[in-house]
């Protein structure tokens, strides 16, 4: 893992993947996640030919935490490593809870994005007409529902999730977080990508649950920025199966996104979408742009 020293003095940390030559994807991960590559997810990416930079965002891995960072906050670090590595170009995309992220990079740093691909992204927790928790698994619904207890709850609750993955396997994972997991997910998680994103989440949470803690406050509150904002062209993909991020988020950002197209998936759940067609969901973007 690579890290980079922010304009404040912070260190971010990164990895890069593919030829520097090759056209860049910016990829965001969940919450929790890190800058700890999932080959099982990044592969279409590099196979496609495509440089990928994964990050941790501030507090998870090595990265510096900030606990009061909004989701546009996040965006402008990216924008720094960007500048960082000297990048002129390239598409953002965001996974869970890295799709606000995704399109924050895409509004602060508008004039190098230039495509946004989000998959099993939640929407802002303002959304007019939105229902923000509903359909939403037991564990998600009560960290999201924690935040209007106060800190002191929040913390409990990320601090009762962030045991339920430290150090377990794929099976003891879906078995503690069973509301959140679909079947279609838990075959999945039971596959290469289980190991995969157990190694992600390890190394995010090393030096504890602040970055889960600041993420979850992040998406939460105001993200910092206005979706108008995002003027590069959205590739929006969303299973119809999601307990973690409920398809009515897709289809409310499908609807309030100023250059978007939606594809939403209905024999797919949050993990089964982007580990199974990452392919298919890059493909349908560059196909867009070069049009």
């Known amino acids: 893992?690579?890290?980079?020293r922010l304009p404040d003095g912070r260190e971010f940390e990164y990895e890069s993947l593919g030829p520097e030559?090759?056209?860049?994807?910016l990829f965001h991960h969940g919450m929790p996640g890190s800058a700890v590559p999932m080959h099982t997810v990044l592969a279409p990416m590099l196979e496609r030919g495509f440089r990928v930079i994964t990050y941790s965002r501030s507090g998870y891995g090595r990265s510096t935490p900030v606990p009061s960072r909004t989701v546009a906050d996040t965006g402008t670090d990216c924008a720094h490593l960007i500048d960082h590595l000297g990048i002129e170009r390239y598409c953002s995309f965001g996974w869970s809870g890295g799709g606000p992220h995704a399109l924050a990079?895409?509004?602060?740093?508008s004039?190098?994005?230039s495509g946004v691909l989000i998959s099993a992204s939640f929407a802002p927790p303002t959304a007019a007409g939105l229902d923000f928790v509903a359909g939403m698994g037991?564990?998600?619904?009560?960290?999201?529902?924690?935040?209007?207890?106060?800190d002191?709850?929040?913390r409990?609750?990320?601090s009762q999730m962030a045991a339920a993955v430290r150090g377990n396997r794929p099976e003891h994972v879906t078995a503690q977080l069973s509301s959140?997991?679909?079947?279609v997910d838990v075959s999945v998680m039971m596959s290469g990508f289980g190991a995969d994103n157990a190694a992600n989440m390890d190394h995010a949470l090393e030096a504890g649950d602040q970055g889960w803690l600041a993420d979850l406050k992040a998406l939460g509150s105001d993200w910092g920025f206005d979706l108008a904002d995002v003027v590069a062209p959205v590739e929006l993909w969303h299973g119809e199966l999601d307990r973690m991020v409920p398809v009515a988020h897709g289809e409310w950002l499908s609807h309030n996104l100023t250059d978007v197209r939606a594809h939403l998936e209905p024999d797919h759940g949050h993990v089964s979408l982007t580990v199974q067609k990452a392919g298919s969901m890059l493909d349908s973007l560059t196909r867009r742009l070069n049009r």
């Open 21 to 25: 030559s090759a056209p860049v994807i």
């Open 152 to 154: 002191q709850a929040a």
């Open 156 to 158: 409990a609750a990320v």
């Open 111 to 113: 004039h190098r994005v």
């Open 180 to 183: 959140l997991f679909a079947e």
């Open 138 to 150: 037991k564990q998600n619904d009560i960290q999201f529902r924690s935040l209007q207890e106060g």
């Open 105 to 109: 990079s895409a509004a602060v740093d």
């Open 1 to 4: 893992m690579l890290l980079a």
